[in-house]
């Protein structure tokens, strides 16, 4: 079966400081990779997706970027944290399409809950 | 005009009522949609998907989709104290790459 590993689960910062959030993806190979951002009491906010290493779409520019060194592997950075960064940030995978699969729900890491100070 | 758009609630049920969530889709979206529910805190964890016109029954939850009005709901039988969270709906675009999209999200509650 398939498992997603996302850390850390809590992460206090500091304004300024940059920040690496790591995702791995256990039990598949070439999944699509999600990162997503949740602010207080709102929805879900789509940042970058990728379908392969090296291969990154950005939805949200700003000072985040994103990073696939390996096939099972997402890492979303920022070099200098503002507040607004605070959130919490989600990491999710599906599986990669192919001739007769049509599931392509998107299943969630638990989390990291960022607060930029 | 949002993707995916959500009534954001609260939605308040007495426990044992059938709960019915909506969701709208513009035209920028393709037809696999899903349900996920969110306890507070936590992170989405899927309930069903949904990809042809009609209902599609799991247990307690019924998904309905509704191409010509493009609208996708969610029932909730039986509504459980359990049950309240808050439920996203989500698509994927028209993009041609697996680009998922969530609505805003309804709150639950279920009273006892």
């Known amino acids: 079966s398939q498992t997603i590993h996302q850390w850390p689960a809590t992460l206090v910062q500091p304004v300024g400081s940059p920040l690496s959030l790591e995702c791995t993806v256990e039990g598949t190979s070439n999944p699509n990779l999600y990162w997503y951002r949740q602010a207080a009491g709102r929805g879900l906010q789509l940042l970058f997706y990728?379908?392969?290493?090296?291969?990154i779409s950005s939805e949200v520019p700003q000072n985040l970027s994103a990073s696939r060194p390996q096939d099972r592997q997402f890492i979303l950075s920022s070099k200098k944290l503002l507040l607004s960064d605070s959130g919490f940030y989600l990491c999710?995978?599906?599986?990669?399409?192919?001739?007769?699969?049509?599931?392509?729900?998107?299943?969630f890491g638990q989390g990291t809950r960022l607060t930029v100070v | 005009q949002k993707e995916v758009e959500q009534n954001s609630g609260p939605l308040s049920v007495p426990e044992g009522a059938i709960a019915s969530l909506n969701c709208t889709y513009s035209?920028?979206?393709?037809?696999?949609f899903f349900w996920y529910r969110q306890y507070s805190g936590k992170s989405p964890e899927l309930i069903m998907s949904?990809?042809?016109?009609g209902d599609k029954e799991d247990g307690r939850f019924t998904a309905q989709l509704n191409k010509a009005s493009q609208y996708v709901s969610l029932l909730i039988r039986d509504s459980q104290p359990s049950d309240s969270a808050t439920y996203l709906c989500a698509a994927l675009m028209n993009t041609g790459f697996q680009k998922l999209v969530f609505g805003t999200g309804t709150r639950l509650l279920v009273s006892p």
């Open positions: 035209d920028r979206v393709s037809q696999s």
């Open positions: 999710a995978w599906s599986f990669r399409p192919y001739r007769g699969l049509r599931n392509t729900e998107a299943f």
């Open positions: 990728s379908i392969g290493i090296d291969q």
């Open positions: 949904i990809y042809s016109n």
